[in-house]
């Protein structure tokens, strides 16, 4: 069965530095997301994407972040200059269509920022 | 603004024992709610969503209106259920979706 892959499962960054995150959707799946999860809170939306650009963002998403989908396949995920509060789980999740209902997400990277 | 509530962190029962995984919801319109389970080492995966209205691994979810409430239930646990619940809503014509913090259900022997 078809599975969203993350890569890579850790990453450890100093503060400041750029990071990219990296997700392969499945492969006929329309609709892209990227969430995160701060150790011990709320898996908390951050951005969509379809059809090459953003479609929806909360207030976290702001202008340190932003995506990619630079193939035909990955979609990536870039944090301009980590802070230490960007330590956390991030998941990637993909949808087949718009009137789907099940977003099927990927295992996340654990990102520690130090 | 839209939020989901899962008042309990952990909820532990015997095997056999019904078990109730609460969440409300804050909307103002017609949402869709899911409960997303992710057990040990896994992935976070679609458990069953309140328009289905099917039962999926013995559990059912009724969607309250009056309550704003969807809870989880399943009439006898198994030790395969232990994991964490999180019930999740998605607003009309959006496509993100909103979790609660989560509830880890332990099914003891």
């Known amino acids: 069965e078809p599975e969203v892959t993350q890569t890579p499962s850790h990453q450890v960054t100093q503060m400041g530095q750029e990071v990219i995150l990296r997700c392969v959707p499945i492969?006929?799946?329309?609709?892209f997301y990227w969430y995160r999860q701060i150790l011990g809170q709320k898996v908390e939306f951050l951005v969509s994407?379809?059809?090459?650009?953003?479609?929806?963002k909360s207030e976290i998403f702001d202008d340190q972040f932003s995506v990619e989908r630079p193939d035909g396949s990955n979609f990536t995920l870039k944090i301009r200059s980590t802070k230490l509060e960007d330590s956390a789980m991030y998941f990637c999740a993909s949808m087949v269509t718009d009137s789907s209902y099940e977003q099927y997400f990927g295992p996340g990277t654990r990102l520690t920022v130090t | 603004a839209q939020r989901v509530t899962q008042p309990e962190k952990l909820l532990s029962v015997f095997k056999g024992a019904p078990v109730e995984l609460k969440c409300n919801y804050s909307?103002?319109?017609?949402?869709?709610l899911f409960w997303y389970v992710q057990y040990s080492r896994q992935r976070l995966q679609l458990l069953l969503r309140?328009?289905s209205r099917e039962s999926i691994k013995g559990f059912t979810a009724d969607l309250n209106k009056g309550e704003t409430s969807f809870h989880l239930k399943k009439p006898f646990a198994q030790e395969e259920d232990s994991a964490m619940y999180y019930c999740?809503?998605?607003?009309?014509?959006?496509?993100?979706?909103?979790f609660g913090s989560g509830t880890r259900l332990q099914v003891q022997p």
């Open positions: 999740a809503l998605r607003g009309t014509g959006r496509r993100a979706l909103t």
């Open positions: 909307y103002s319109g017609s949402p869709e």
């Open positions: 492969s006929n799946h329309l609709y």
């Open positions: 309140h328009i």
């Open positions: 994407f379809y059809n090459n650009e953003i479609s929806e």
